[in-house]
């Protein structure tokens, strides 16, 4: 079983829907926890940081950690064609850098 | 406004030949990274060093070797190239173990 497991898609929407991006992790020592974005032929590109459980807001893009289920989303509203891409969870402990990665989930929306 | 610059973009290689990878920041972090791409696996970390004059084994360090030239530049080698290390390889930056990670663009290395 790996560590963190991220539904790979692909997930097809219409423009202006709700997206719910979701990661499940086993390993309780995780602390930090970040999403990423990845365009075709491009690197990750950072969208949300966030420490232990709660939520994080950035314009469209809502970040939210469960530490009690071990389970974080990411959720996109009225989303965009542009918002087409690769979306990849990410997570670590307090005392390393080591980011251990979801396989990414595929996002298109459609306009 | 590079931010973290991968050479080559491209690559081709018959197994058994040898390939350095390198990778240079211009944002005067102290941590970089090497990872690898496959289909299915996301990105898995292969070396990483915390800071100048320092390097680690990640999660897939077999088959590579790494060095850090000076606080800029990062470069991932391959001694004797096999199939299995067709990938996507990403190098990454940070200012420190606990700061957010800013990836390059990539290199896509094809072994034959």
Known sequence: QKEVEQDPGPL??????IVSLNCTYSNSAFQYFMWYRQYSRKGPELLMYTYSSGNKEDG???AQVDKSSKYISLFIRDS?????????CAMRTSNTGKLIFGQGTTLQVKP | NAGVTQTPKFQV?????SM??????DMNHNSMYWYRQDPG???????YSASEGTTDKGEVPNGYNVSRLNKREFSLRLESAAPSQTSVYFCASS????QPQHFGDGTRLSIL
């Open chain 2, 20 to 25: 350095t990878l390198q990778c240079a920041q």
């Open chain 2, 41 to 47: 696996m996301g990105l898995r970390l292969i070396y």
């Open chain 1, 80 to 88: 965009q064609p542009s918002d087409s891409a690769t979306y990849l």
């Open chain 1, 60 to 62: 469209r893009f809502t």
């Open chain 2, 95 to 98: 200012d420190g173990e606990s």
């Open chain 1, 12 to 17: 097809s929407v219409p423009e202006g829907a």
């Open chain 2, 13 to 17: 290689l018959k197994t058994g030949q």
